[in-house]
C-alpha cells in the first residue's frame, strides 16, 4: 500500500526556516520521483519540486531558497524552505507518480496518482 505522509509545517515568521518532510512506504523510494507542490488559498496547485534518482528540479520562483533531497534509507524526501516569505503560505503536499526509474518532469506538472494529505505552512509576523 503505497502511502506518503507529510510533516514539518507551522506557524514561522518571515525570513525563517522549516524542512518538511515526507516519508513514503509501500513502494522503494530509490526508483522513484517525488514531487512536493502547494496550494495557497484561493489559488490553483502549483509545482515546486521534484526529486528522482537521476536529477532534481525546483521552481524558479523558489530555487534561491527551498532545496529538495532525499534519503532513501529512510525512504523520506525533504524540502528545505528558507528565507520564507508571506506568499510560500499553503499547504504543502508530497505526491509521485510511481513511474519506476522515471526522471522529473521538468514542468513539474499535476497529474500525480499518490498523494500524500498535505502540510499546513503559515508564514506570518
Known amino acids: 500500500q503505497v502511502q506518503l505522509v507529510e510533516s514539518g509545517g507551522g506557524l514561522v515568521q518571515p525570513g525563517g526556516s522549516l524542512r518538511l518532510s515526507c516519508a513514503t512506504s509501500?513502494?522503494?523510494?530509490?526508483?522513484?520521483?517525488i514531487y512536493w507542490f502547494r496550494q495557497a488559498p484561493g489559488k490553483e496547485r502549483e509545482g515546486v519540486s521534484c526529486?528522482?534518482?537521476?536529477?532534481?528540479i525546483t521552481a524558479d520562483s523558489v530555487k534561491d531558497r527551498f532545496t529538495i533531497s532525499r534519503d532513501n534509507a529512510k525512504s523520506t524526501v525533504y524540502l528545505q524552505m528558507n528565507s520564507l516569505k508571506p506568499e510560500d503560505t499553503a499547504v504543502y503536499h508530497c505526491?509521485?507518480?510511481?513511474?519506476?526509474?522515471?526522471?522529473?518532469?521538468?514542468?513539474?506538472?499535476?497529474?500525480?496518482?499518490?498523494w500524500g494529505k498535505g502540510t499546513l505552512v503559515i508564514v506570518s509576523s
Open positions: 505526491a509521485t507518480d510511481l513511474k519506476y526509474y522515471s526522471d522529473c518532469d521538468a514542468s513539474l506538472a499535476d497529474g500525480m496518482d499518490y
Open positions: 509501500g513502494f522503494t523510494l530509490e526508483y522513484y520521483a
Open positions: 526529486i528522482s534518482k537521476r536529477d532534481g
